[in-house]
């Protein structure tokens, strides 16, 4: 907006009376939306995906793990697509933990990575009204 600061994580920001999207830094996107916290809670979000792709292992059997956010992250290869599948270090009410896999598979473990990012830290967004 001000075009006088390098950023280094964007803030997309729309509003329904303005027809383009934004990209702003945490500083201007805080004034915007008048919510300092909302602002540096997103740019924390940010960093985190950013270092996402760093520390993962090589598993015997093929594949990388990470443990992350509570969770052990695998990703590996099944007919020629990454997949990913993910499991809680809680305990359900059945004692167990928690198993997740992804529906989808992906072409580039990047992909299959971010999907496990998501999945453990769901972006929430309140829309504007």
């Given at each position: 907006?001000?075009?006088?600061q ?19 830094g ?32 090589q ?6 793990y990470?443990v ?11 007919d020629?697509?990454?997949?990913v ?12 933990k ?32």
């Open positions: 907006m001000c075009e006088l390098e950023i280094r994580y964007v803030h997309h920001m729309a509003h329904p009376k303005y027809p383009n999207v934004l990209e702003v945490s500083s201007c996107a805080a004034d915007m939306e008048e919510d300092v916290s909302a602002a540096k809670k997103r740019e924390k979000t940010l960093a985190k995906r950013a270092v996402w792709g760093r520390g993962w292992k598993r015997l059997g093929g594949g990388l990470k992350f956010g509570g969770c052990v992250v695998e990703v590996y290869m099944r020629q697509r990454w997949t599948t993910i499991l809680t270090a809680k305990e359900t009410i059945q004692k167990e928690e198993f997740h896999r992804a529906k989808d598979s992906f072409e580039a473990m990047v992909d299959a990575q971010l999907y496990a990012f998501d999945y453990i830290y769901p972006l929430k967004v309140e829309p504007y009204s």
